[in-house]
């Protein structure tokens, strides 16, 4: 759906150029919700702006179905920016119309007749939930409810794709799961691709199918959410993860505590249906080891349940040994710990 090759911008010329962006080089998929994580000043809403033109690359290309987009004159781009719609941190509504009109305008813009501004609007009301407040300014509403009526606006012309640019960081946490659910529902019901930028792991956890993790203009990770959050390996990955879960400092302190002699600590990962199974418990019982579990998370990605559990076997060397190929065996992940 959304190719991204070699992509480079650079922002001014001679001694004052900055490359916010170094070469991306990204593949998204017809109906995935992509989100892309990143610091401050990673290059985030570079990119980003990048995928509609609203910023021009210097160099690269960018591919919606199979028209580059970098290579478009203005009418043809004009077109071809309808097929993607975009919402946005501070909302961007106009503050003098109504929700009726805001939702209106892209279309009005395109001279769509009268009758079918009315349905498309009163479908999109509906779709988002605002139907009561279609005669509201902007004003009026909640932060949440102005997200709504941005996600209106930017579907009311149909388009194959949402950009969303930190479009929950201006909301309290209820508020993001809510719209996060929106999107999810309208990702579904109508197929559309999303591709969204965030500085929070929350929201690709909850969201997100793939994830692609940009530093300093650069992606340096990718893939499944499931495989970035459960085996990060760059440090900036684990750090976004490490923020949600506040226990990393106790956790090395009690891995530290750990006597090397007598006991392994392991981190171990139950993903989808194993994570309500008791094997654990019973591995233990029949390998004889103790246990005490230092850590443990069982949440959500996306639909998929996982645990993660770090867990300090303690016991005879070949019985803790034996302990973790059976852990193995039955599919769980297990990595050992080391001080
Ligand atoms: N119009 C511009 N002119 C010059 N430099 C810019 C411009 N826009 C962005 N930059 C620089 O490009 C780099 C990437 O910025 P960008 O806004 O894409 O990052 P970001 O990851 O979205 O950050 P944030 O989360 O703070 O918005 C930064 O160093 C920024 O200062």
């Known amino acids: 759906m959304i190719t991204i090759k070699n992509l480079v911008k650079t922002y001014g010329t001679g001694a004052k150029a900055m490359t916010a962006l170094k070469g991306i080089d990204l593949e998204i998929a017809k109906g995935e919700i992509f989100g892309i994580i990143g610091h401050s000043g990673a290059g985030k809403s570079t990119l980003i702006r990048c995928i509609n033109m609203l910023e021009r690359p210097t160099s690269g290309d960018i591919l919606i179905g199979k028209t580059d987009m970098t290579r478009l004159g203005k009418g043809q781009l004009q077109q071809q920016r309808r097929r993607i719609g975009m919402i946005f941190q501070h909302f961007n509504l106009l503050s003098s119309a109504t929700v009726y009109e805001n939702i209106a305008f892209p279309l009005r813009l395109v001279r769509t007749p009268k009758a079918e501004v009315d349905r498309k609007v009163k479908e999109m009301l509906e779709l988002v939930g605002l139907t009561e407040h279609a005669k509201k300014h902007p004003a009026q509403l909640s932060g949440g409810q102005k997200q709504r009526v941005g996600i209106a606006r930017a579907l ?90 506040e226990n990393a400092e106790a956790l090395e302190e009690a891995i530290r505590a750990t006597d090397a002699a007598s006991s392994r600590t392991v981190k171990v990962t139950f993903i989808g249906e194993l994570t309500y199974q008791s094997i654990l418990s019973q591995t233990v019982k029949e390998t004889g080891v103790n246990f005490a579990i230092l850590q443990g998370t069982i949440s959500r990605i996306k639909e998929t349940p996982y645990g993660q559990l770090v867990v300090r076997f303690e016991g005879d060397t070949a019985d803790i040994r034996r302990t973790l190929e059976r852990l193995t065996q039955q599919r769980l992940e297990v990595e050992e710990l080391e001080a």
């Open 156 to 245: 009311a012309t149909d388009p194959d794709v949402l950009l969303c640019d930190e479009a929950t960081s201006a909301l309290d946490p209820q508020t993001t799961d809510s719209i996060l659910r929106l999107l999810l529902d309208i990702n579904r019901k109508l197929g559309l691709t999303i591709v969204l930028i965030t500085h929070e792991m929350h929201v690709i956890q909850s969201i997100c199918d793939k994830v692609a993790v940009i530093q300093g203009g650069v992606i340096v990770e990718e893939g499944p959410v499931i495989d970035v959050f459960l085996k990060p390996k760059q440090p900036v990955t684990r750090d976004f993860i490490n923020r949600e879960s």
